[in-house]
């Protein structure tokens, strides 16, 4: 805050304009000036403060709010002699309110978890707690709180504990579990009807389940275990604490998922869980679904726990396949969603027996596959009353989808012959109700014999379907042919009569994007078969505004032409390409004549985005020296775009989308399209200036793939990198500048990449180089997944060039004057990396980080080792609480493990390792 200290009058005044405001505008500003409240080091004191005044429930639910945001990201802010001081304050705060809401009770329950478990100085800080609150009944709920979220914390993300202290906390918790659980008994065991009490018991037992620190031989035995079943068995329990205590079994077998070291937990649960059947049919009669999908869940995490034993041992001991059992007789359940969540469990099931490869083995789980296969084909159907088409993206689309996924994955089980037969099954029923059926099943049941007849009867049935059928049928059939193009390029006498059906469909609203898309299927699969129809698509293509599509189904058939385009003969490709463009560039010029005559700006994507599809799938074979067939078309569009560029070039949604389509232009000609580069390169210059959007730097990265390696161009090149330099730098350079402009970091390394892979010795010659690295250097630590991997690999990239000896002639320049770079920044560089990997990064960045510090290595291994060692006695040694982070042996260890690799991947998993240790 930059005025000072707030007064407390004010922030509770933002704090009622935060909840009661009716103008948004105002909520909006309180949300603000709070949020910045939160940053700064007055937080800690006012939300003290208003706690202990506790006027109101908001005032005190953004104050535990608050302290437990500092606890978590600012804890540092606090010098080591006032934590006993906040954690007694805390403790009382629970104590003083714990009345007064639940959620502000689970705010600071979460405080003071956090700060036990970052306060070193707080030694068996459960052992305290139970021993201060638990003879206390009033105190009992909040307590109960803070030991659920206590190991639930353990590993959140938002802490940096780091690994060492994270081991002495689990630990310690493993050392008083048994002292939690008594605790939890007790509470059970008093808690009579209060259902409340009861679920806060098991949600507290989950947790510790979950953290993994519960002895087995005494959790198998206790009485605990016992209730949980009860409640589970009891007709009349109610939703709440049926949920809390599912959760708390689930929790349970997920944490045995290594059944041979829990054994005697593992036979209990095993137990427990098939006491369930009879009460899972209760829940059925009286239509609860609630409980119904939980005991699905119970089922599943059961046979997920038990796999492995199912797989080795089918039928013995806990390969008891009572598991199956129960999954299948919720499959049989009439609603969808039962079933679906155990389809994890059937994926894995299926990979496991397809690795193992035993046919004993898939005999025994054969008769359970088919049973699925039948209940889920059930599941399928359309009901007969269901009106119009299907959505694909509703719930019930996206079941479908799953089931077609699931069945590809365990039909290997089944065997095609029977595959076959049950598919002659699916034919003979009336298309009515099965249609949908089969378009979840037809392509998996018969993957395992491409070539069999039934395919072709198949299509040769669904081809002839009258249009007096159920739009919901007619659409799934012309689904159906769509995916069905391997088969049609089998049997290329089936190509008329598809056509004639799909484009029945295409002339019909609620059919046309389906059809459309099926088509764009069949020419990208039969891309030969469909030249002679070539004509036909042209028409479609001039007609496309004719037919009701979607935008995504339109650009599709485009797509679909334009790869049949590519097949026919060269000297015809010109003229079919310039007719299959007429209909854009007319459009676009006719928007640029009524945008100038009205003054007003008219939105040109639809007919950019067309043109982009048209160019990114035109790829004739071009043999060596032959002039490209579409060079000449795209010239002469070329001012079309440019002047569409110059009308919207403030508009960054349509100058992305231009750029798009001159990115795939110069794509689709390569070196032909060498006149346009000058002309090209000048207008993004210029614009660029005045407007920087970042799609200029991705173009220009293009740009330099395709002519960087023509001696002629590379100065000119070197020239637009140096204009576009300018104002990205001046974007960057802002306070927030790259956490802001994440894209235009991201384009401006693919830019300079293209650089280094196909010109280094320009680059690294020029004046530019330096601010470019001292760029990436301080973008390493932007944590956005596409723009640091551009500057990693941009980093990485230019250091392998010195030391890729390739036999060219300017191998030796490239070293030297990589070589001068790392004399001046490579320090630096290391620095900043594995800084960036302990505080800033997460951990999927590290490969790429990894590989940087590997060439920086193989470069000059002994002048690394140096500045590793230099970084490594530069990291802090202790946390904020005063845990210790790191040992001498620690770093020692690291040191040596980096420095004496063989590989990158060594590297990597070192960094891996070290890393966690400030996590």
Not at 116 to 123: F, I, V, Y
Not at 351 to 377: C, G, T
Not at 449 to 460: A, I, M, Q, Y
Not at 821 to 846: A, K, S
Request: with cysteine; net charge negative.
């Amino acid at each position: 805050m930059e005025g000072g200290k707030p007064t407390l009058p004010l922030v509770y005044q933002a704090v009622q304009a935060l909840y009661h405001d009716p103008d948004p505008a105002g909520k909006e500003r309180a949300s603000v000036w709070l949020g910045e409240l939160q940053r700064s080091m007055y937080a800690w004191e006012i939300s003290d403060q208003l706690l202990q005044l506790k006027q109101d429930v908001e005032s005190c639910y953004f104050a535990a709010q608050t302290m437990k945001m500092k606890i978590q990201t600012s804890f540092y802010e606090l010098p080591p002699e006032t934590h006993t001081s906040l954690r007694d304050s805390l403790l009382s705060h629970i104590q003083n309110l714990k009345e007064l809401s639940p959620i502000i009770v689970t705010q600071l329950a979460l405080a003071i978890a956090d700060l036990a478990l970052q306060m070193a100085s707080w030694k068996g800080c459960v052992h305290t707690l139970i021993e201060k609150y638990s003879n206390d009944v009033s105190s009992m709920p909040f307590l109960i709180e803070i030991l659920t979220v206590l190991p639930e914390e353990v590993h959140s993300r938002s802490l940096r504990i780091g690994a060492n202290r994270r081991t002495e906390i689990i630990e310690d918790l493993a050392y008083y579990s048994t002292t939690v659980v008594t605790l939890l008994v007790t509470c059970a065991e008093k808690s009579g009807h209060d259902e409340k009490m009861l679920i806060k018991v098991f949600r507290c037992l989950g947790s510790w389940f979950n953290l993994g620190v519960l002895d087995n031989n005494f959790m198998a035995s206790n009485q605990l275990l016992m209730i949980l079943f009860q409640v589970l068995q009891r007709d009349e329990t109610s939703t709440n604490l049926h949920e809390a205590a599912s959760d708390c079994v689930c929790s349970a077998l997920y944490g045995i998922e290594n059944v041979a070291i829990h054994m005697p937990l593992a036979m209990q649960l095993f137990q427990g869980v098939l006491s369930l059947e009879t009460a899972y049919h209760m829940a059925v009669a009286r239509e609860d679904l609630d409980k119904v999908l939980n005991y699905c869940r119970i089922f599943t995490e059961l046979s997920e726990t038990f796999l492995e034993m199912t797989v080795r041992t089918p039928g013995q001991g806990m390969g008891d396949l009572r598991t199956l059992e129960l999954l299948l007789i919720c499959a049989g359940h009439p609603q969808y969603e039962v079933v679906e969540i155990s389809f994890n469990f059937w994926y894995r099931l299926g990979e496991n027996l397809y690795k193992m490869n035993d046919p004993a083995l898939h005999r025994v789980f054969k008769p359970y596959i088919q049973r699925l296969l039948h209940s889920l084909a059930r599941h399928c159907q359309l009901d007969p009353d269901h009106e119009g088409v299907p959505e694909d993206t509703d719930d019930f689309g996206e079941f479908r989808m799953r089931v077609s996924d699931l069945v590809k994955d365990v039909i290997f089980l089944v065997g095609s012959m029977e595959s076959q037969l049950i598919m002659k099954s699916l034919l003979s029923f009336n298309h009515e109700s099965l249609i949908v059926t089969l378009k979840c099943f037809f392509l998996p049941l018969l993957v395992p014999s491409e070539n069999n007849p039934t395919l072709t009867e198949v299509l040769e049935q669904v081809v002839l379907l009258p249009e007096t059928v159920h739009i919901a049928v007619r659409y799934t059939s012309i689904e159906l042919v769509g995916e069905m193009s391997e088969v049609i390029d089998r049997n290329p006498c089936m190509l008329d009569p598809v056509l004639i059906f799909l484009m029945k469909g295409l002339r019909e609203k609620p059919l046309a994007s389906v059809a459309a898309k099926a088509i764009h299927n069949i020419c990208s699969v039969c891309r030969d078969h469909m030249a002679q129809h070539f004509q036909g698509l042209l028409n479609i293509a001039r007609a496309l505004d004719s037919f009701a599509l979607s935008t995504e189904a339109a650009v599709g058939l485009l797509k679909g032409t334009a790869l049949v385009l590519a097949r026919l003969p060269l000297e015809k490709i010109a003229e079919c390409l310039n007719d299959l463009c007429a209909v854009q560039v007319m459009a676009l010029r006719k928007l640029l004549a009524q945008d100038s005559s009205s003054g007003k700006s008219s939105d040109p994507t639809v007919w950019l985005d067309r043109l982009a599809v048209i160019f990114r799938h035109t790829n004739p074979i071009v043999e060596n020296g032959q002039t490209h067939p579409c060079q000449k078309v795209i010239q002469e569009i070329w001012p079309v775009l440019s002047e569409t560029l110059n009308a919207h070039q403030s508009d960054n949604r349509i100058v992305e989308r231009c750029c798009r389509c001159l990115r795939f232009a110069v794509r689709c000609v390569g070196k032909g399209s060498a006149s346009l580069l000058q002309p090209l390169v000048t207008q993004m210059v210029s614009v660029y200036q005045v407007y920087p959007h970042s799609c200029f730097l991705y173009l220009g990265s293009i740009l330099v793939d395709e002519y960087g390696m023509e001696e002629g161009c590379r100065q000119g090149l070197l020239d637009m990198l140096q204009a576009l330099c300018m104002p990205t730098f001046q974007l960057l350079e802002q306070p927030n500048g790259l956490r802001n402009h994440p894209d235009t970091v991201d384009d401006l390394f693919r830019l300079v990449t293209r650089f280094v892979q196909r010109s280094p010795v320009t680059l690294l010659s020029s004046s530019i180089i330096v601010h470019i690295i001292q760029c990436a250097i301080a973008a390493t630590t932007l944590d956005h997944r596409d723009a640091n991997c551009s500057v990693m690999k941009f980093i990485r990239d230019l250091i392998h060039t010195g030391v890729t000896n390739d036999h060219e002639d300017d191998f030796e320049m490239r070293k030297r004057l990589i070589g001068h770079v790392m004399e001046q920044h490579g320090q630096q560089l290391v620095t900043q990396l594995i800084n960036t990997c302990c505080f800033c990064l997460p951990p999927y960045t590290l490969p790429d980080v990894a590989e940087v510090l590997w060439e920086i290595m193989v470069f000059d291994r002994p002048t690394f080792c140096r500045w590793l060692e230099t970084t490594l006695k530069g990291l802090p040694k202790e946390t904020a609480g005063g845990a210790l982070s790191v040992t001498h042996k620690q770093l020692t260890d690291f040191h040596k493990q980096v420095t004496s690799a063989e590989e990158c991947k060594q590297v990597c998993w070192a960094i891996r390792e070290f890393t966690r240790l400030y996590r």
